[in-house]
């Protein structure tokens, strides 16, 4: 168990609706990244935040929006969901300093119909 | 356009020999390298890492090798058990320093361990 969690496990949307998901991090750790993993796919980078900043994002459009607060737990919304956001997202917690001690939660499947 | 590849989607190896994971990569930007592995219903687990400064990192049974010039790395594990069924990715990273590009990861490989 990494002591990252995530919530919910798993979560049904229809088409143009709004999702939030959650994340909290490992103790100790500030930043933290969020990833898409379609169905056969390898995760696929979102955005990462550290100190509550957003720093770093991969090729999603602004619909994805993140937020993380003091506690170091965060959050990913998407906005005007489509079919192909279908998948499970994964967050994952680090110290700043260190790439390899990259703590990942069990993800929520999202499901849109 | 894919980064980061792992040609084969599944490998079948029996108990107590070596399974070997390949993976390529195309952007020579990445100077970082890391191995997941993934159970059903779990987040990946980091394994293992190499840094491109070196050709070889070992950790008990896992050995991971980088050939820089052929832009390929791949994953040894000696002997084979049946815990280590499940799918492994290959990641990259520009710096192991963290970094703001996050990690690229390739679609992985379903290593199956037969008794």
């Known amino acids: 168990e990494t002591g990252v969690t995530q919530s919910p496990t798993h979560l049904i949307k229809t088409r143009g609706q709004q999702v939030t998901l959650r994340c909290s991090s490992q103790?100790?750790?500030?930043?933290v990244s969020w990833y898409q993993q379609a169905l056969g796919q390898g995760p696929q980078f979102i955005f990462q935040y550290y100190r509550e900043e957003e720093n770093g994002r991969g090729n999603f459009p602004p619909r994805f929006s993140g937020l993380q607060f003091p506690n170091y737990s965060s959050e990913l919304n998407v906005n005007a969901l489509e079919l192909d956001d279908s998948a499970l997202y994964l967050c994952?917690?680090?110290?700043?300093?260190?790439?390899?001690?990259?703590?990942f939660g069990p993800g929520t499947r999202l499901t849109v119909l | 356009d894919q980064q980061v590849k792992q040609n084969s989607p599944s490998l079948s190896v029996q108990e107590g020999r070596i399974s070997i994971l390949n993976c390529d990569y195309t952007n020579s930007m990445f100077d970082y390298f890391l191995w997941y592995k993934k159970y059903p219903a779990e987040g990946p687990t980091f394994l293992i890492s190499?840094?491109?400064?070196?050709d070889k990192n070992e950790d008990g049974r896992f050995t991971v090798f980088l050939n820089k010039s052929a832009k390929h790395l791949s994953l040894h594990i000696v002997p084979s058990q049946p815990g280590d069924s499940a799918v492994y990715f290959c990641?990259?990273?520009?710096?192991?320093?963290?970094?703001?590009?996050?990690?690229?990861f390739g679609k992985g490989t379903h290593l199956i361990i037969q008794p």
């Open positions: 190499i840094s491109s400064i070196k």
């Open positions: 990641a990259a990273s520009k710096g192991s320093g963290g970094g703001a590009d996050g990690l690229t």
């Open positions: 103790s100790g750790h500030n930043t």
């Open positions: 994952a917690s680090r110290r700043w300093t260190v790439t390899d001690t990259q703590y």
